[in-house]
């Protein structure tokens, strides 16, 4: 089992900054990315950033130039720079992992249990 744990959510004014932490726990065999996912309220949760075990570095459209994702693999630790911050990156955000389990093909993801980014105009 793999456990994710976010921080660093909070409240800030449009045009702010803030960086977000997800530590993961457990055994993990191979990982194979993590990504970052975002739901606001009455809406999909939808796809922020991810980064692969090799570097590779994904992102919404939404946000490409104003949000940085990375990983310090010593830590097990997931970052999201977040700059000039707008109304509409109001949501929860979510770590996901994606793993191969020891002995299997079959790939596992797990969810932390999120941090709140609320940005008032």
């Known amino acids: 089992q793999v456990q994710l744990v976010e921080s660093g959510g909070g409240s800030v004014q449009a045009g702010g900054s803030l960086k977000l932490s997800c530590v993961a726990s457990?055994?993990?065999?191979?990982?194979?990315?993590m990504s970052w996912f975002r739901q606001a309220p009455g809406k999909e949760r939808e796809f922020v950033s991810t980064?692969?075990?090799?570097?590779?570095?994904t992102y919404a459209d939404s946000v490409k130039g104003r949000f940085t994702v990375s990983q310090d693999n010593a830590k097990n630790t997931l970052y999201l720079q977040m700059d000039s911050l707008k109304p509409d990156d109001t949501a929860m955000y979510f770590c996901?992992?994606?793993?191969?389990?020891?002995?299997?093909?079959?790939?596992?993801?797990?969810w932390g249990q999120g941090t709140q980014v609320t940005v008032s105009s």
């Open positions: 980064v692969t075990t090799g570097g590779t570095t």
């Open positions: 996901k992992i994606l793993i191969f389990p020891r002995g299997s093909v079959t790939t596992v993801s797990y």
């Open positions: 457990g055994y993990i065999y191979k990982q194979l990315a």
